[in-house]
């Protein structure tokens, strides 16, 4: 499941790099898309370093960052996707909406509460 979910991230983070491609530089968007890509890249990078966490304290506190950092990636490409809605950003808005619940369900786990 590790490798799945790590590939996954990989794959999502190589889409909204994608789509940074095709917002024009001269675009208001264009400063929102930064942040989606820091915020995008990070879910990734957070997750990995969890898989090297010191703790269990550690692990969770890791998983929670990259549970932030999906929800943030989630508006942002909402945002996006109102703001230019020739992109058609359904597919990916969707994906960050099953990655937020998929980490969301594992810091419930991980804290021991989820019922």
């Given at each position: 499941?590790?490798?799945?979910?790590?590939?996954?991230?990989?794959d999502f983070a190589s889409e909204v790099i994608r789509l940074m491609?095709?917002?024009p530089a001269k675009t208001?968007?264009?400063?929102?898309?930064?942040?989606?890509?820091?915020?995008?890249?990070?879910v990734g990078a957070n997750y990995e370093?969890?898989?090297?966490?010191?703790?269990?304290?550690?692990?969770?506190?890791?998983f929670q960052i990259a549970l932030k950092e999906?929800?943030?990636?989630?508006?942002?490409?909402r945002i996006v996707g109102k703001s230019m809605p020739s992109l058609?950003?359904?597919?990916?808005?969707d994906e960050a909406r099953q990655i937020r619940a998929i980490l969301s369900k594992s810091v419930a786990t991980a804290k021991?509460?989820?019922?």
């Open positions: 499941m590790r490798n799945e979910i790590s590939e996954r991230l990989v491609e095709k917002i208001t968007v264009k400063k929102l898309s930064d942040q989606l890509l820091r915020s995008a890249t990070s370093e969890a898989q090297g966490a010191e703790s269990k304290a550690d692990f969770v506190h890791k999906i929800r943030e990636t989630h508006y942002l490409l058609e950003l359904h597919p990916l808005i021991g509460t989820d019922k």
